[in-house]
């Protein structure tokens, strides 16, 4: 078997000349109801303003005429069938540049990433995990990828970097109370017209001792060309140095109802699908590789741009409409020369836009190493590889979704290097989930996804980039 093969040549080329060392100190958390939160002025009867669209003027700043896009009309859409269609600057379609930043920042370590992305869907995180979030200081490894649009808030709009999260439900910035929030651009209501207090208490709190909270509002949301009146904000008072070093501002959430920190609020999503703001209820994902500007792909709402992806797109009913969680058939290894191994990988999988990594349940992200030849296990930093994972195993890994393939370079499954550990990097697929598997940024960057809110369903197809 090839597995073996590569194994045995790579066991000859390699020594491994540092032994992992266990950092010490206790695994902490943080509850965000035991902070001091300032408390916000209350606003007696609340009016629930009616939702207007508001088509804002001026051309996409990142179109050009050598890069004429297409896109699917209305008719077609609903038939699932392919089409076209022009105008971006349409009623009811707008597009939003994405821009990657590379942080030195705390979050952005895979260590810190995975210890987020599993607190994030309520699952267990390994006290030793936490332990080397907090010996580990991303600063010495400059490696971790942010990706945010620019969102308004308020009238006129303050223009925020926010985190575009299909795998969240809540929209939250840094508040004019937050005296730790010095790097981030600070909501001020003085300045907007629109804004009204609510005053319930918010925040959100993970394994690794980070934290934000604060307290709700009601303001306009500028997105694009879509104007959104009194949408339900939380404005941090408080965060922990995780988020006080991050780049982005705060959140956007993209997620169904349900799935907030905020209990009882109609998403944005939601919001804006049920007041038919839209041409079609969806929006479609294209992420990449940076260029020299810091571009890293668009988020475009109420339509398909045929020009991001090859082929036909194949769509998936959601398994779970709570979230954007879909059946994953299969998952496999294509190495060149060699042919194809499968793995005994499949389950419910969410894609979420606001993780990094791909994450699996423990049986899983084992057998999925078995094809790495060396990957280990380790209990204080997860799954590592061999840096040079896609010069011994090249290729690509496929996932195997409504009966198409859709690949993942293994280049790109190989993060920063581990420190202390010559020759060995961090793992972009890691263990930890229970019930589904979540496929994040390293999946999004191949792959061209549209999320269908009115139809219940994802569409996938491989990206040009």
């Known amino acids: 078997m090839w597995r073996n093969l590569t194994i045995a040549a790579l066991a000859f080329d390699m020594l491994l000349a540092a032994a992992l060392v266990a950092p010490q100190g206790p695994p902490h958390g943080t509850n965000f109801q035991d902070l001091d939160v300032l408390n916000a002025p209350l606003l007696d009867g609340l009016p629930i303003a009616g939702l207007e669209l508001a088509a804002l003027g001026g051309d996409d700043p990142k179109s050009s005429s050598q890069d004429a896009e297409k896109s699917m009309s209305a008719a077609d859409l609903k038939d699932g069938a392919e089409g076209t269609a022009s105008g971006w600057q ?234 954007w969680e879909i059946m994953l058939d299969g998952v496999s290894f294509n190495v060149d020369g060699i042919g194809k191994e499968v793995m005994d990988i499949r389950g419910p999988a969410i894609i979420d836009t606001g993780t990094t990594l791909i994450v699996m349940n423990d049986e899983q992200a084992t057998e999925f190493h078995r094809g790495i030849p060396m990957a280990e296990n380790s209990d204080i930093y997860g799954w590592i590889m061999p840096c040079n994972a896609d010069q011994v195993v090249p290729g690509n890994l496929s996932f195997t979704i409504g009966g198409n393939d859709f690949s993942v370079p293994i280049k790109n499954l190989v993060r920063e290097p581990v420190k202390g550990l010559d020759g060995w990097c961090f793992s972009a697929v890691t263990s930890g989930a229970s019930n589904f598997i979540i496929l994040g940024d390293v999946f999004l960057r191949s792959n061209y996804v549209v999320f269908d809110r009115g139809q219940a369903r994802v569409g996938i197809a491989p990206s040009k980039h």
């Not at 705390?106 to 030793?128: C, E, I, N, Y």
């Not at 970097?161 to 840094?174: E, M, N, Q």
């Not at 965060?239 to 905020?262: K, M, N, P, R, W």
């Not at 919001?271 to 890293?296: C, G, H, Q």
């Open 90 to 323: 349409e009623n009811g379609t707008f597009k939003i540049p994405v821009t990657a930043h590379k942080s030195t920042g705390g979050r952005v370590s895979t260590m810190a990433t995975r210890v987020r992305t599993l607190q994030k869907h309520m699952l267990d995180v390994p006290g030793k995990w936490l332990q080397a979030v907090e010996k580990l200081p991303v600063k010495e490894y400059g490696f971790g990828i942010e990706y945010y649009g620019e969102v308004g808030v308020g009238t006129p709009p303050q223009i925020f970097k926010l985190d575009l999260d299909t795998g969240s439900g809540d929209v939250w910035l840094a508040g004019q109370q937050c005296q730790v929030c010095s790097r981030h651009k600070k909501f001020n209501p003085s300045k907007s017209s629109t804004y009204k207090a609510e005053g319930r208490k918010w925040g959100i709190s993970y394994g690794d001792g980070s934290f934000a909270a604060g307290y709700t509002i009601r303001d306009t949301v500028k997105i694009g060309n879509l104007t959104v009146p009194n949408q339900v904000i939380g404005l941090a008072t408080n965060e922990s140095h995780a988020y006080q070093v991050d780049t982005v501002d705060g959140l956007l959430g993209l997620s169904y109802s349900g799935v907030s920190f905020i209990p009882g609020v109609t998403t944005f999503l939601d919001n804006i699908v049920e007041n038919s703001y839209l041409k079609e209820p969806i929006f479609s994902v294209y992420i990449k590789e940076k260029d020299e500007n810091d571009y890293a792909g668009e988020y475009l709402f109420g339509d398909i741009d045929r020009s991001r992806f090859s082929g036909e797109l194949t769509w998936v009913p959601l398994h779970q409409p709570k979230f």
